[in-house]
């Protein structure tokens, strides 16, 4: 991916709602797409990835993410959120030199 | 331990002070990079080193600079630190080639200049 864009920046929800967050990258060859996660105060973590094959990878914490490739997108899914899930979110791709090119991230709150 | 280990994890330092963070890691991986987190601006990359003698401006390079004494370790300086430098600084590392299969994040260091 030569650039990754995240149009929401702010999300707020209730618990149990279902949580939905825009990514879409530019075309860079093979795409190669990421999911972090950064709860309050901590680093980065990988949420999930994808590489090839089924488009719609599971990661860790009930989170998902579905690639499709005709809307160069890679949405962010969880069925139903927690307080727990309060985070930062940030959607990479794989850009020129094997390295990883992040969108802006998306700041979810979640009431409780 | 953690893989990518950073320090100070927090710092307050004056304007015109030289300051620096530094980064270690165990993951025996050849890259590693930094980047400073402000909110709303996302990640942005300052300088990466593919190895130690293989070091490279990011985006937003000015007012500061780097040094890779060995694999495992890779310093960020502010030469003269100003006030919009305050900033979440990230330290982070990945396999040569094997850079697509993600990130190793060290737990940031937070800088206030003031």
């Known amino acids: 991916a030569q650039s990754v864009s995240q149009h929401n920046h702010h999300v707020i929800l209730s618990e149990a709602a279902s949580l939905e967050l825009g990514c879409n990258y530019s075309?860079?060859?093979?795409?190669?797409l990421f999911w972090y996660v950064q709860y309050p105060g901590q680093h980065l973590q990988l949420l999930l990835k994808y590489f090839s094959g089924d488009p719609l990878v599971k990661g860790i914490k009930g989170f998902e993410a579905e690639f499709i490739k005709s809307k160069f997108s890679f949405n962010l899914r969880k069925p139903s959120v927690q307080w727990s899930d309060t985070a930062e979110y940030f959607c990479a791709g794989r850009g020129a030199g094997n390295m990883l090119t992040f969108g802006g991230g998306t700041r979810l709150m979640v009431k409780p | 331990d953690a893989d990518v280990t950073q320090t100070p994890r927090n710092r307050i330092t004056k304007t015109g002070k030289r300051i620096m963070l530094e980064c270690s890691q165990t993951k025996g991986h050849d890259r590693m990079y930094w980047y400073r987190q402000d909110p709303g601006l996302g990640l942005r990359l300052i300088y990466y080193?593919?190895?130690?003698?293989?070091?490279n401006k990011g985006e937003i390079s000015d007012g500061y600079s780097v040094s890779r004494q060995a694999q495992a370790k890779f310093s960020l300086s502010l030469e003269s630190a100003i006030p919009n430098q305050t900033a979440l600084y990230f330290c982070?590392?990945?396999?040569?080639?094997?850079?697509?299969?993600?990130?190793?994040f060290g737990s940031g260091t937070r800088l206030t200049v003031v």
């Open positions: 982070a590392t990945s396999d040569a080639g094997q850079g697509a299969r993600g990130y190793t």
């Open positions: 075309y860079g060859g093979t795409v190669n």
């Open positions: 080193s593919f190895d130690v003698k293989d070091i």
